[in-house]
C-alpha cells in the first residue's frame, strides 16, 4: 500500500531506526517512546491486523514472535516485557498495518488502558 506508513518504513522512503531484520520481519524504535525501550516490529508484508496474520499468513506468527523474544534478549529485558497489538480504531490501533509493540526497561500498571 503506497501511503501506508510502515510499508514506506520498510521500502526506506521514510527513516527509521531500525534494530531488527529479517526476509520478513523488520524493528524499529518508536518515535513516541511509552517506556524506556519501545520497539515495534512488524511484518514487511501489507496485513492490516492480527486477525488478517492468522487469516493470510499463519507461519508469519512464529517469525514475528521469535524476533520479538531476540529483541527483548538484546535489549536485556530480562526483568520483564509487555507486547501490545492493537486491532481495529476501537482497539486503539492508529496505523493499520500489523505491528507489535515491545514495552519495557519499567514496571507496567495494570488494567494497560
Not at 524499529?28 to 496474520?53: G, Q, R, Y
Not at 492468522?54 to 526483568?79: H, Q, R, V, W
Request: with cysteine.
Amino acid at each position: 500500500m503506497s501511503d501506508c506508513l510502515f510499508c514506506n518504513i520498510v521500502k526506506g522512503h521514510i527513516p527509521a531506526k531500525r534494530l531488527f531484520e529479517s526476509e520478513s520481519v523488520l524493528a524499529f524504535l518508536d518515535i513516541d517512546p511509552k517506556a524506556p525501550s519501545h520497539v515495534l516490529v512488524i511484518p514487511k508484508v501489507h496485513l492490516a491486523n492480527v486477525i488478517e496474520l492468522s487469516k493470510y499468513a499463519p507461519s508469519l506468527s512464529f517469525e514475528l514472535m521469535d524476533a520479538i523474544g531476540s529483541i527483548a534478549s538484546t535489549l536485556n529485558l530480562t526483568s520483564g516485557f509487555r507486547i501490545v497489538s492493537n486491532t481495529g480504531d476501537d482497539g486503539g490501533q492508529t496505523v493499520h498495518h500489523l505491528h507489535f509493540h515491545i514495552l519495557g526497561g519499567r514496571p507496567m500498571g495494570w488494567p494497560p488502558g
